[in-house]
């Protein structure tokens, strides 16, 4: 058994009959061959699959009404909590990638371990079925599913709130900058609410940096 048969094993706690699902799962598309060999399409399926078990561990454990459950989900399924679950297992030491990417550190970004988390959750899908995908999401995401106990607030929504309870239109993002390559790039977003000083802020996607400026508007305007 290799190296990298061995960390798969210990970290999800599955032994491979197809080890190079975990080898796809981990490889970059600057880090495969160009025909697809990489973590994309796997990144698309285990993102329905951790939304799945997730959906359905919300029902059963939390009763609340649909849009607090829906909060909930969408914290614990962002790019950031994959990442996380990523970190923990040591996925970056792991990750295929090319060489100048490595060099700047995009293999550490919550970008990509939040795509390479999603993507070996559907490569045990696939290898172990729901039984193998729903036990590694329920021991990474145990500690994570009761932090809060209210539901977590989306800072855009919480701004969506804060303007329309003003009488204000609802704020409106513009990317006012991008840089860096399609494998790590960098975005620049301002909020606008009618009335207020915009408010710029940076991301690693334009999510995040919308995110990121909503909550930098909400704790200007000490509405936090």
Excluded at 41 to 61: H, K, N, Q, S, T
Aim: hydrophobic share 40%.
């Amino acid at each position: 058994m290799n190296a990298l048969a061995k960390w798969a094993e210990r970290e999800l706690d599955h032994r491979f009959t197809n080890p190079d699902l975990v080898r796809t799962a981990l490889t970059h598309s600057s880090g495969g061959s160009g025909r697809g060999d990489n973590y994309e399409r796997l990144e698309f399926l285990g993102d329905r699959v951790l939304g799945c078990v997730m959906a359905e561990w919300l029902y059963r454990d939390f009763h609340e009404s649909e849009r607090d459950m829906a909060r909930r989900f969408a914290t614990l399924v962002d790019k950031k909590s994959c990442a996380a679950v990523a970190r923990q297992i040591g996925a970056a030491d792991h990750v295929l990638i090319d060489a100048s990417a490595r060099n700047a550190g995009v293999h550490q970004s919550d970008n990509l371990l939040g795509d390479v988390c999603e993507a070996l959750i559907g490569a045990l899908y696939l290898d172990g079925g729901m039984p193998a995908a729903t036990a590694f999401v329920r021991r990474q995401w145990t500690g994570r599913i009761g932090e809060d106990k209210a539901p977590p607030r989306d800072p855009k929504s919480q701004l969506q709130e804060w303007a329309q309870g003003r009488g204000r239109p609802l704020p409106t993002y513009r990317v006012t900058w991008r840089e860096g390559p399609d494998h790590a790039p960098s975005f620049r977003v301002e909020v606008a609410v009618r009335g207020v000083e915009p408010v710029e802020a940076q991301g690693s996607s334009k999510q995040e940096a919308e995110k990121a400026a909503a909550l930098a508007m909400l704790n200007r305007e000490g509405a936090l």
